[in-house]
């Protein structure tokens, strides 16, 4: 069996740290510290001494959803991010940062075909990264229904901005689990859950046999048939900051209204569909 990398060892050690629940008294003074040291904003959410692990701080939800636009066309972001870079896929390449391209066939992995592969030729593609300070939880950005998802192992590099200008496909080298899916209008796209350093998990609430940074060290694939979930829906987590890379069919979006190097919140209409 193939041994697990040494970042990998690494989260899960953290992961299990931030799970303890600790006497009320420490767990205050660690959340507390956490929230100054971060610079979190927690307006939108309970205080921090009323959450009984780190881990249940950095998942924290809303205490009221945000109001976002319910038009069909209007797409919206599906976290708080900073857009640390967008544009079309050439080639079959996409950036991760300025300067560092990587192929996105390889992104997506090898338990797509060919032809779900070109579903995204000459389409574009989003990174939104969330640093530890960020609202954790993912969201639906449209309407849609969820075909297939596939589960790829890897490494937990850390994806912030240094890295990314580092470490050449790093993207591809990450654990990351792979959503295809199709909107209203019937365009398909994917949504790319990539781990990082210290990320334990990524929840799918939608399908909790995916199990990220546990023993699985090969592939797992799931496959849908009537898997609709709605624009707004919080459908899982990342146990830390990471990355979610939206790849899109050619012509999907009829306008992006974003800009690179700019943050944006779970909720704000992003594009046109």
């Not at 901005?161 to 199709?182: A, M, T």
Request: overall charge negative; some cysteine.
């Amino acid at each position: 069996m193939e041994k697990r990398h040494i970042t990998s060892l690494l989260s899960q050690a953290f992961g299990k740290f931030a799970s303890k629940e600790f006497p009320h008294w420490f767990q205050k003074i660690v959340n507390n510290s956490y929230v100054g040291l971060m610079g979190l904003d927690m307006t939108e959410f309970h205080a921090p001494n009323t959450y009984k692990s780190l881990n249940a701080l950095f998942t924290r939800k809303l205490k009221e959803d945000r109001h976002y636009s319910l038009d069909a066309e209007d797409f919206i972001s599906p976290c708080d991010s900073w857009i640390s870079e967008l544009g079309h896929i050439d080639n079959d390449y996409a950036l991760q940062i300025k300067g560092m391209r990587y192929k996105v066939a390889e992104l997506l992995g090898d338990n797509f075909s060919d032809e779900e592969k070109g579903i995204v030729e000459d389409g574009d593609f989003i990174n939104f990264y969330l640093s530890p300070k960020d609202y954790h939880r993912y969201h639906i950005p449209t309407n849609l229904k969820v075909l297939k998802a596939v589960h790829i192992p890897g490494k937990f590099y850390p994806v912030n901005v240094p890295s990314l200008k580092k470490r050449l496909n790093l993207f591809i080298e990450n654990e990351r689990v792979v959503l295809l899916c199709e909107a209203t209008n019937g365009k398909r796209f994917y949504m790319v859950l990539v781990s990082a350093l210290n990320v334990g998990v990524m929840k799918v609430d939608f399908e909790p046999r995916i199990q990220t940074n546990a023993s699985a060290t090969t592939p797992q694939v799931y496959e849908f048939e009537n898997t609709y979930l709605n624009k707004g829906d919080d459908f899982g987590c990342f146990e830390m900051g990471s990355t979610i890379v939206i790849l899109s069919e050619k012509d999907m979006f009829k306008e992006i209204n974003l800009e690179m190097d700019h943050h944006v919140q779970y909720g704000q209409t992003i594009a046109k569909i």
